[in-house]
């Protein structure tokens, strides 16, 4: 196993530029950045046919790390890049990386109209329910009642699901994990990128430094605990009562359908124009 783990740390990272990173102790995005550089050598794709975008916070130093074709975009807007890539270069397997603040607040739009549209791209959510990078604010998916330095008194503000809203904003498939089911996960984001369409992988993650002091949740072992204990995977939530299911949150696939893809749609209307053009001259 540890031999495996140094193959694909020398094969996917650029281990002799950037490290040691800056994530803090406890953090989960090394743990969802392990899963996904093996759901990526599981697919078999090559490192110049990949694209990982971010936009601005802690999740948005992951394409420093990987050797891939790599952008590191504004804030809110690594899916405005994502789709400009896909749509000049198809061909090319596209793949975001965004925080909760950065997907949902500022980029909430962007995100839910590349949802709407279908882009061929794998988003991956990483939702640890505060602005890390940036002192800890509340942000659009901060539960009720919780403490962030921008809500010293609680948070009277409702959180949103990403999950659930990447379902209705049409996306072809939606799941979601945690960083405690690493497993699962990289299971996960493998589905996510070998589907065509729109996935969102939504990956509920730590913050020990801001959300977890915060909010006592105790140190980074007691916070992955509490996420082994409040995930259930979707199969045994349909067996649930409501009142079983009040304080805990679904895992798995949630949505799985099959939509028009828009980069084959908008080719299509590409040689349409081209064919009503030449006919025009002649």
């Excluded at 740390?9 to 996904?36: E, M, Q, S, T």
């Excluded at 804030?75 to 000049?88: C, D, I, P, S, Y």
């Excluded at 800890?136 to 009277?156: D, E, F, L, R, V």
């Excluded at 009142?243 to 080719?267: H, M, S």
């Amino acid at each position: 196993m540890a031999k495996e783990v140094t193959k694909l740390i020398h094969k996917y990272l650029r281990h002799d530029k950037k490290f040691p990173h800056v994530w803090c102790p406890g953090c989960g995005n090394g743990i969802v950045l392990g899963a996904l550089i093996r759901a990526i050598d599981a697919l078999g794709l090559e490192k110049d046919e990949i694209v990982l975008a971010s936009g601005i916070g802690c999740s948005g130093r992951m394409p420093v790390y990987v050797d891939f074709n790599t952008l590191h975009a504004t804030h809110g807007r690594a899916l405005t890049f994502a789709t400009g890539v896909k749509l000049a270069k198809p061909s090319l397997t596209v793949i975001t990386v965004m925080g909760d603040g950065d997907a949902t607040a500022i980029g909430g739009n962007h995100f839910i109209h590349a949802a709407r549209r279908n882009l061929n791209i794998t988003a991956i959510i990483i939702n640890n329910q505060i602005y890390g990078m940036t002192g800890g604010q509340h942000s659009p998916t901060t539960p009720y009642g919780c403490y962030t330095t921008t809500s010293s008194y609680g948070n009277i503000e409702h959180a949103f699901s990403i999950a659930e809203l990447s379902v209705t904003a049409g996306a072809s498939f939606v799941a979601r994990g945690t960083v405690y089911h690493a497993q699962l996960l990289e299971g996960l984001i493998e589905k996510g990128i070998r589907k065509r369409g729109f996935s969102v992988v939504e990956v509920v993650s730590t913050c020990p430094v801001h959300f977890g002091r915060q909010n006592e949740m105790g140190d980074p072992v007691e916070m992955m605990k509490w996420l082994k204990d409040h995930a259930v995977t979707a199969k045994k939530a349909d067996r649930m009562t409501p009142d079983a299911l009040e304080d805990k949150f679904t895992i798995g696939v949630l949505a799985d359908v099959k939509k028009p893809i828009y980069t084959k749609e908008y080719q299509q209307i590409r040689k349409r124009a081209k064919a009503l053009l030449k006919e025009s001259k002649e």
